[in-house]
């Protein structure tokens, strides 16, 4: 039996896959979220795959860590097809920050969801400009379930959902922490980009 994000029973899902859409800025519970899923499906005994981009290897080369330091072991992989080599198997598959992964990332997410897979995909919705950050749009608009969580202004306090980079670089993957980004409201964000 599943129960949606919303905290509505839907039943009996086996053998129905699924996409879930864990979104949101910096620092606002993204992997957080993502591993508190990814444990639960394991304690109810389904077999759980977990994939990250290697490229991302800011606290672990092999885990997905987040903020806070809650981790979870995980396979890096160069390119999204190398994940449908490694869950044939498996009930539930967690990928962590989508938006590193090619835009093949969203046919590999349909494949496994109509394999009767559950996937829980976790990753910015927006770029440090503010504009919708693909290849998550996209599973957005093909998943059945999509939460956005929130950060706290590390300006004002607020509600934050942009993810403000501190450096010049206007390269659009730049990998960092709070030496680099900083999570705004709509407000700040707004006020620092002009």
Known sequence: MFVEPS?????????????????GSMFSGKTEELIRRLNRATIAGQKVEIFKPIIDTR???????SHNDTTIHSTPVHFSGDILLNCEQCDVIGIDEAQFFDE?????VNKLANMGKRVIVAGLDM???????????????????ITKVHAICMN??????????????????VLGETDIYEALCRKCFYEKMA
Request: glycine letters at 10%; hydrophobic letters at 30%; one cysteine or more.
């Open 7 to 23: 905290g509505r029973n839907t039943g009996n899902q086996k053998g129905s896959g699924w996409i879930e859409v864990v979104c």
């Open 59 to 65: 606290y672990s080369k092999e885990k997905i860590v």
């Open 104 to 108: 093949g990332i969203v046919d590999v």
């Open 127 to 145: 770029d440090f400009m503010g504009r919708p950050f693909t290849p998550m749009d996209q599973l957005m608009s093909i998943a059945e379930f």
């Open 156 to 173: 004002c306090g607020n509600i934050a959902s942009y993810s403000h980079r501190r450096t010049k670089s206007s390269k659009k993957v």
